[in-house]
C-alpha cells in the first residue's frame, strides 16, 4: 500500500500529500511537463492516454502530478504547463477517444513555488476490467519514424514505477476488483437462498436441522444460531464456529480475500455475543478457543511470539483484526455485566521463553512493529485499537443491538455519548486491569510490560466508569479480575498511571471520588 490514500481528492492539501513522498510509485507518476495543446507534439498525448490506462487498471487507481521533477519539486527547468489543458472534462474527452473502457478522471492546478502544478486522480475501472486502446497510438521522431506508444488491443498497468502492457503475471492485480465484485454478488445470492432455506425450515411443522452458514448476512446467521441453541441443536452451533475459523484460516495470507477473514471473525464474534446474551459461558470458551486457535496459526512457531515468516504483514493484520474483535466483545460483557466471561477471554498467552501474557498486548506489539495502528490516510491514530473494535462491532448485531448506536468514523472525532464506545474503553481499561493483577499478584513488579491501555487515547470519561464498577462492585472484582482488593488496587493504580504517561497528559485520569475512595481503603505503592 502507498504511503497515502488514493482517495479521488485533488485539492492542494492532497497536492502537498503526494509532493512529500518525493519519490514515483507505481500509483503516483511525477511529469515534469506536458503539453496537450492539439497542436503540440503528440508525444505528449498519447503517454498521457497510456499512463491514464496504466493507472486505470490499478486496484484503487492512481495520480498524475504534472509540473514536478522526480523528486516531487516544481520543475523550472521545464516548459510551464496550461492550466486549461487540465480540465477533468478535457482531459476525460482525450483518453476516451483514444480507449475503450469506462474511466474516471478528476483533476485541479495549483500554485506551487510561482508554478502551475497539475494534479490529476484516475480511478480504477468502474466496471472491473482494463481499458484497451482502440487505436494506434503513436508520434513522430526527429528522424521522421514513427514511434509507436501503443495499438490497437493493448492494455496497460504499473510495474516499477513505470507504465508497461499488462503481462500474465498482472492479471491476478488487475482483476482484483472485478474478483471482488463477483465474490460480493455471489455472497449476496447465496445468503438469499439460505435465508429462504432456513426460514423454509423453520416454518415447517416438525424437528428440521437449522441451517447455519458463514456466508448468510450477519442477521440471519444470528437468528439461525439462536433458533439452534433453543432447540438444543449445539452441534450445528459448533459446526457454524469450526466453519468460520476455518474460512478465516485459509484466507488470511491472501490479501485478496480480506472480505473472507472480516466475515469470518465477525461469525465468530456473533456466537459470542448470543453465548454472553444467553449467559453460556461454555460455548462462549469454545468460540474463544477458535479465536485463539486462528491467532497463533499466524506465529511463525508455536511457542514463539514472531510472526509467520512468509507473511509478516498479513499476520499483524490478522492479529489487530483479532484484537479489534476482542475489544468489542469485552464492551458488550461489562454492558451485560458478564464478568465471569472476561479472564477466560484476557488470559490467553502467547510464546514460552519470551512470552505475553496476553494476547491483545502481543496484538497491539505487533500491530504497532507493522505500522497498522493508523488510520487510512497512514496518519498515527490516537486509541487506534478501540477506534478499529467501534468500527467492527457495527458489523456484529449480537453485539450491539443492546444499544442505540450512533454513527462512528474512524478518521472523525466521536459523539460525546457513544454507548459502543464507552463500553469498549471500558473493556480496553479492565483487560489491562486483570492482566497486571494477574501478572504481578505474586510481588511487587510494575508488570507495565504487560499491557498498553488503547483507551487512554479518547477522553477518560469514557473509560472512568468501569473504574468505579472495580471500586463498588465486590461480584466484578471477585469474577472479573480473580484477585484480592489490594491487588486490584494496585491495577487500577498502575493502569491508570500507564495511561497517562501513554497520552502525555496528567489530566487524564479515572480517579473519580468513588475510586479514590477504594484506592485509600486498599493502599500500597504507586508502580
Not at 481499458?131 to 510495474?159: A, I, M
Not at 487515547?457 to 472479573?480: Q, S
Amino acid at each position: 500500500m502507498p504511503p497515502f490514500a488514493v482517495d479521488g481528492a485533488v485539492d492542494e492539501e492532497k497536492l502537498h500529500e503526494l509532493l512529500a513522498v518525493a519519490t514515483e510509485l507505481d500509483e503516483l507518476d511525477y511529469k515534469a511537463t506536458l503539453d496537450l495543446s492539439k497542436g503540440a507534439d503528440r508525444k505528449h498525448r498519447v503517454e498521457f492516454v497510456k499512463d491514464v490506462a496504466a493507472l486505470s487498471s490499478l486496484p484503487h487507481g492512481g495520480y498524475l502530478v504534472v509540473g514536478v521533477n522526480g523528486k516531487g519539486q516544481p520543475a523550472h527547468d521545464q516548459p510551464a504547463i496550461e492550466p486549461a489543458h487540465f480540465d477533468t472534462a478535457t482531459l476525460t474527452d482525450i483518453v476516451t477517444s483514444e480507449v475503450d473502457g469506462r474511466v474516471t478522471i478528476r483533476a485541479a492546478v495549483h500554485r506551487i513555488d510561482d508554478r502551475d502544478v497539475a494534479l490529476v486522480y484516475v480511478g480504477s475501472t468502474q466496471d472491473g476490467y482494463p481499458v484497451v486502446c482502440k487505436k494506434t497510438g503513436e508520434y513522430s521522431l526527429p528522424s521522421g519514424k514513427q514511434c509507436v506508444v501503443y495499438r490497437r488491443g493493448d492494455t496497460f498497468t504499473r510495474g516499477g514505477t513505470q507504465s508497461r502492457r499488462i503481462e500474465h503475471r498482472d492479471w491476478p492485480a488487475v482483476l482484483l476488483n472485478l474478483r471482488a465484485r463477483a465474490r460480493a454478488e455471489a455472497a449476496t445470492e447465496t445468503q438469499e437462498v439460505i435465508a429462504r432455506l432456513a426460514e423454509q425450515f423453520r416454518r415447517e411443522p416438525g424437528e428440521q436441522p437449522v441451517v447455519i452458514d458463514v456466508a448468510m448476512s450477519p442477521e440471519d446467521f444470528e437468528a439461525a444460531v439462536v433458533d439452534a441453541l433453543e432447540r438444543k441443536q449445539t452441534a450445528a452451533v459448533r459446526r457454524a464456529v469450526d466453519s468460520a475459523r476455518v474460512l478465516v484460516a485459509s484466507a488470511w495470507t491472501d490479501v485478496d480475500r480480506a472480505r473472507d477473514v472480516q466475515r469470518g471473525l465477525d461469525r465468530l464474534c456473533s456466537v459470542a455475543g448470543v453465548a454472553l446474551g444467553n449467559d453460556d459461558l461454555q460455548l462462549f470458551e469454545v468460540v474463544i478457543k477458535a479465536l485463539y486457535r486462528v491467532y497463533k496459526g499466524a506465529l511463525m512457531m508455536a511457542h514463539e511470539t514472531y510472526p509467520s515468516q512468509a507473511h509478516p504483514k498479513e499476520a499483524a493484520l490478522l492479529w489487530r483484526e483479532i484484537a479489534a474483535r476482542l475489544l468489542t466483545i469485552l464492551g458488550a460483557a461489562v454492558r451485560a455485566e458478564r464478568w465471569a466471561f472476561v479472564r477466560p477471554l484476557v488470559l490467553k498467552s502467547i510464546g514460552t521463553t519470551y512470552s505475553y501474557a496476553t494476547w491483545l498486548r502481543h496484538a497491539v506489539t505487533e500491530a504497532s512493529r507493522a505500522n497498522l495502528l493508523v488510520s487510512q490516510t497512514g496518519e498515527p491514530a490516537r486509541g487506534a485499537l478501540v477506534r478499529f473494535a467501534r468500527e467492527a462491532v457495527q458489523g456484529i448485531p449480537a453485539l450491539c443491538n443492546d444499544v442505540d448506536a450512533v454513527p462512528f468514523d474512524f478518521d472523525e472525532p466521536p459523539a460525546s455519548h457513544d454507548e459502543l464506545l464507552d463500553s469498549i474503553c471500558q473493556g480496553d481499561f479492565l483487560w489491562c486491569v486483570i492482566v497486571h493483577a494477574a501478572t504481578t499478584a505474586a510481588d511487587s513488579t510494575d508488570g507495565r510490560q504487560h499491557f498498553y491501555p488503547s483507551c487512554s487515547g479518547l477522553y477518560a470519561h469514557r473509560t472512568a466508569p468501569i473504574a468505579e464498577v472495580l471500586a463498588t462492585d465486590e461480584v466484578a472484582r471477585r469474577d472479573g479480575v480473580g484477585q484480592p482488593d489490594p491487588i486490584v488496587a494496585r491495577a487500577i493504580r498502575t493502569v491508570d498511571e500507564a495511561a497517562r504517561v501513554a497520552e502525555q497528559s496528567w489530566d487524564w485520569t479515572i480517579r473519580t471520588d468513588v475510586v479514590k475512595r477504594f484506592l485509600a481503603a486498599n493502599p500500597g505503592p504507586s508502580t
